[in-house]
């Protein structure tokens, strides 16, 4: 099994999804110690925004880090994304990493009935963490990454929720308690491939 783990927060180890997919992959890593993860720390080593250079393939450096990207998201068979929420959605570096790995023809394509997605089979797991609670208003985040991963064909997505951090320390102590409870519901995940 092939584990694709990525983290985005800028928050270093204060952040709460950098702890929850910790988590998670340990979780994963326990039930099958066969998987083999691949790391991505998108704020550590931020993937520049991609340019017009990079969709002409006119730069050898933005072509590597595009089929790195591309390749690295395919081979995967789950993928594990630490999201915080930054000004009601994800952060710009997931933004860019995302940028890369939606890509016609390979993941997937636009069809005379509508788009299809060319990279099912995967199962996400998002830990999604924020300052606030989310409501009915100003959720761009869990839609978001629900509809884009849907577009490439991926229906198993779960999520692990942390929200109200910033209210109190107390509150964001008992929202990582549920948050760490929650990780047991969402992995492990069925086996893909041994
Ligand atoms: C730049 C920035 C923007 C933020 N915007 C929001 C926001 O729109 N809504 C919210 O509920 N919390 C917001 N927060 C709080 C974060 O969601 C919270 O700190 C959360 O713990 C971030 O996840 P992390 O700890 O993994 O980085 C923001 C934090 C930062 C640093």
Do not use: C
Request: aromatic share 6%; charged share 20%; no cysteine.
């Amino acid at each position: 099994m092939q584990v694709l783990h990525i983290d985005s927060s800028i928050l270093g180890e204060s952040s709460a999804s950098r702890a929850l997919t910790r988590e998670i992959v340990g979780r994963l890593k326990e039930q099958h110690p066969e998987a083999q993860v691949t790391y991505l720390d998108l704020a550590a080593e931020a993937l520049p925004h991609l340019s017009g250079k990079s969709l002409a393939r006119s730069d050898e450096l933005e072509a590597a880090r595009n089929a790195t990207a591309l390749s690295e998201f395919q081979a995967a068979d789950v993928l594990v994304i630490g999201a915080p929420i930054y000004n009601f959605s994800i952060p710009s570096q997931l933004k860019a990493w995302i940028d890369r790995i939606s890509v016609a023809g390979e993941t997937f394509r636009y069809t005379a009935s509508g788009p299809q997605g060319l990279a099912g089979g995967k199962q996400v797991i998002v830990a999604m963490a924020r300052g606030g609670v989310s409501g009915p208003q100003g959720e761009f985040g869990e839609s978001y990454l629900r509809f884009l991963f849907a577009f490439l064909g991926i229906e198993d997505v779960r999520f692990v929720r942390a929200e109200g951090l910033s209210i109190s320390p107390e509150h964001r102590a008992a929202s990582l308690a549920q948050a760490r409870a929650a990780i047991a519901a969402v992995a492990p995940v069925q086996a893909l491939a041994a």
